[in-house]
């Protein structure tokens, strides 16, 4: 993987000299048709059936991350939502509504994890 070499200046002292620190460059992106031609090839469905599946997936997702579950994926996984709250003075004083950031969090699973430990990096020249 290509990365970049950018400069970072210290929020919290404005006046220390700036870092330097490595940003990945991407190659483009891989969409969903692609991922489902690609899977096709390995097995016996059409692209069509395996996009479908995808597609379905996706659309699983949302409703049980909404009720409370952590996704398992076998070894492509766990999805599970995060989110942070307002603190309060008083166990009774904490809401729904102080609740805020809600996000999504993925975890690899061992194999895609591992699979990173041998990740070759190529410093990509600003010229």
Request: proline fraction near 5%; charged fraction near 25%; hydrophobic fraction near 35%.
């Amino acid at each position: 993987m290509k990365y970049k070499i950018i400069s970072k200046a210290n929020p919290l002292n404005r006046g220390a000299k700036p870092k330097y620190y490595a940003t990945p460059v991407y190659s483009g992106e891989i969409d969903l048709k692609r991922i489902a031609a690609e899977l096709a090839a390995l097995s016996s469905l059409s692209t069509g059936d395996v996009y479908n599946v995808l597609i379905n997936f996706v659309e699983a997702l949302p409703k049980y991350l909404k009720d409370g579950y952590k996704l398992r994926l076998g070894d492509f996984g766990i999805f599970k939502v995060s989110f942070s709250s307002e603190g309060t003075d008083e166990p009774q004083k904490m809401i729904a509504a102080h609740i805020r950031n809600r996000k999504v969090l993925y975890t690899p699973g061992r194999e895609i994890k591992n699979s990173l430990n041998d990740m070759r990096f190529e410093h990509q020249s600003s010229l």
